[in-house]
Nanobody, 126 residues
Framework: QVQLVDSGGGVVRIGGSLRLSCAAS????????MGWFRQAPGKEREFVAA?????????YSDSVKGRFTISRDNDNKNAVYLQMTMLKPEDTAIYYC??????????????????WGQGTQVTVSS
C-alpha cells in the first residue's frame, strides 16, 4: 500500500514561483515512477509532469515545459517535487501527485496511476 501526501500549494502572483512536495510512504517508492496532474475548476484532470523510478527520465506537458521541473529524492525523504516558475493564471488548479503499482517509466495517462495524493491548491493571481 502506498500513501501520498501533497503539500506546498498557495497563492502566488503572476510570474512567481512555488515548490510542491509529495511525501510517499511504502518501501517500494524508489522503484516507482511518479507523476503530477492538475485539475482546474470546470475542467478535466490534466497531466503536468512525470519522472521515472530513478530520476533519469522526465516528461512534461507542453503547457509547462521550460517553466516547471519535476525531481525526486529516493534516498532520504521518499519524496517527489514540482518546482514551478513563471506562473500564469492558467496554472491555477488543484495539483495531485500520483504513482502506479508497477509503474517505472513516466507516462502522461491518468489511468496508469493507481495511487493519488489528496491534492494541494495553487492559485495564481494578479
Amino acid at each position: 500500500q502506498v500513501q501520498l501526501v501533497d503539500s506546498g500549494g498557495g497563492v502566488v502572483r503572476i510570474g512567481g514561483s512555488l515548490r510542491l512536495s509529495c511525501a510517499a510512504s511504502g518501501r517500494t517508492f524508489p522503484t516507482r515512477a511518479m507523476g503530477w496532474f492538475r485539475q482546474a475548476p470546470g475542467k478535466e484532470r490534466e497531466f503536468v509532469a512525470a519522472i521515472n523510478w530513478n530520476g533519469s527520465v522526465t516528461l512534461y506537458s507542453d503547457s509547462v515545459k521550460g517553466r516547471f521541473t519535476i525531481s525526486r529524492d529516493n534516498d532520504n525523504k521518499n519524496a517527489v517535487y514540482l518546482q514551478m516558475t513563471m506562473l500564469k493564471p492558467e496554472d491555477t488548479a488543484i495539483y495531485y501527485c500520483a504513482t502506479g503499482t508497477t509503474l517505472r517509466a513516466p507516462t502522461n495517462e491518468a489511468w496508469d496511476y493507481d495511487y493519488w495524493g489528496q491534492g494541494t491548491q495553487v492559485t495564481v493571481s494578479s
